[in-house]
């Protein structure tokens, strides 16, 4: 089946710039809307970005708009999320969801195929 590795957090500090990838195998990547979502301690999971599957459209919560951006390269089966000026707030485990259709903002388990393990993203004061 179609799996999702995720990959690139680490610890750095507020204004710094980190990107996460999300390695897709087992399916056809080009045909995936593809997510990103955060989930911080104690908290819900939160939608963060997403890209259509031609690539042609990005969408963005709010709180990162400006400071991130959502890119996907076909021929490696990967998108990535470019995080800059970085926050504490930020802080939390991102993951990568893929689904066979339109964008969806809301993290409800029918609205995505697969998801990602998760990757985690530390940002110190």
């Known amino acids: 089946q179609v799996r999702l590795v995720e990959s690139g957090g680490g610890l750095v500090q507020a204004g710094d710039s980190l990107r996460v990838s999300c390695v897709v195998s087992g399916g056809t990547f080009s045909r995936y809307s593809m997510h990103w979502f955060r989930q911080a301690p104690g908290l819900e999971r939160q939608f963060v970005a997403a890209i259509t599957a031609s690539g042609a459209n990005t969408f963005y919560e709010d709180s990162v708009k400006g400071r991130f951006t959502i890119s996907r390269d076909d021929a490696k089966n990967t998108v990535y999320l470019l995080m800059n000026s970085l926050k504490p707030e930020d802080t939390a485990v991102y993951f990568c969801?893929?689904?066979?259709?339109?964008?969806?903002?809301?993290?409800?388990?029918?609205?995505?195929?697969?998801w990602g393990q998760g990757t985690q993203v530390t940002v110190s004061s």
């Open positions: 969801a893929s689904r066979n259709g339109g964008i969806r903002r809301l993290p409800a388990p029918s609205n995505f195929d697969y």
